[in-house]
């Protein structure tokens, strides 16, 4: 081999090495979703409420710590809704992803039409329930006339649906705002209270008074709980950035799911003021709320078109949506569909 050859050779093979080493550096930034190698795309989730348990959060607060986010590609501003902001900052594109429940879904997409759409189901039943001081000889909803009935804000639709579910008489019942403060149950100014489900029953005994929970959907009433939502714009034009934020908290869930005490670890670092075991209680519970067989034969959060016909059909039932509108605009199962090969989470 002449020199001039052997040149022309170590040029040829350093040029495919570095052809070889360019298209590594970009399929490795393909598989991460992101732009640049080492660029992260920077994304704001704010969840609905404080930091505590609730699973839409924790699915978030474990994809953060455990680094899920980062293998996605995305840098995420992880922040709570202090005064019910969240949906006003995601309408006006401070946040691009918040946490609601269906039925509140329904009702802003009824009025006034926000244009939001929820891409995951965590709460695979609904987050309230109802209950009685376990002493107080209340033990069915028929048990509920002649008594007092204490809700949040407004009448809940669920509770509707069990008075019609067992025939009982409203007009037996007094019903009255009393906001969320459950010693109005202890302290016998209402027999029978509006909780969620995953929070008031663990509070009240804490406070020395076992309870009767009922669950409207034990009832036959259907019911649907807590949302990943983004703005329908978002979904439609940047739909790469929202499959990657549902694959890594979907990650979280599961490892929420399959490691307790460490989630709980995970969940206290957020929620350092909270007792370790009410947030217990409340994981057990929204776990538990999570399972269906459409989750556990599609994948974690899966939603149909049958679960949110059947809550909106309730809701025009009860007249609790200010005006109809087609409800299929109100969620996706896109991102799932994407997310999931037969039940099994695509990762990465």
Known sequence: MTGITAEITGRARTALMLTFAVILV??????????????????????????????????AYVAQENGYFAQQGLEVDLRHSSSGQHLQ???????????????????????????????????????????????????NPKDWEGKTFGYKFSQPPDYLAILEAEGVDRSKIQEVRVGFDPRVLTEGQVDILAVFKSNEPDTIRGLGFDVNLWDPADFGVPTLGLTYITRSELAEDDPDVVQRFLKATLKGLEFAIENREETLDIVLKFAPDEKRE????????????????????????????????????????????????????????KFLDEAYDDGKLNWP
């Open 89 to 139: 900052l995601l309408m006006s594109g401070d946040v691009d992803f918040t946490t609601a429940d269906a039925t509140s879904v329904l009702k802003r997409r009824s009025d006034p039409g926000l244009p939001i759409v929820a891409f995951a189901l965590f709460g695979q039943r609904g987050q309230q329930g109802f209950v009685s001081l376990a002493d107080s000889g209340i033990v």
């Open 278 to 333: 009410h947030q217990g209680f409340m994981l057990d519970a929204e776990i538990a709320d999570a399972i269906s067989p459409t989750a556990e034969g599609q994948g974690w959060a899966w939603m149909t078109d049958q679960q949110w016909k059947a809550l909106y059909d309730q809701l025009i039932q009860f007249e609790a949506l200010p005006k109809p509108f087609d409800y299929r605009t109100a969620f996706t199962d």
């Open 26 to 59: 970009v399929s490795a930034a393909a598989a991460c979703g992101g732009g640049s190698p080492g660029e992260l795309t920077q994304v704001t989730f704010m969840a609905g409420f404080k930091p505590q348990a609730n699973l839409p959060f924790v699915a």
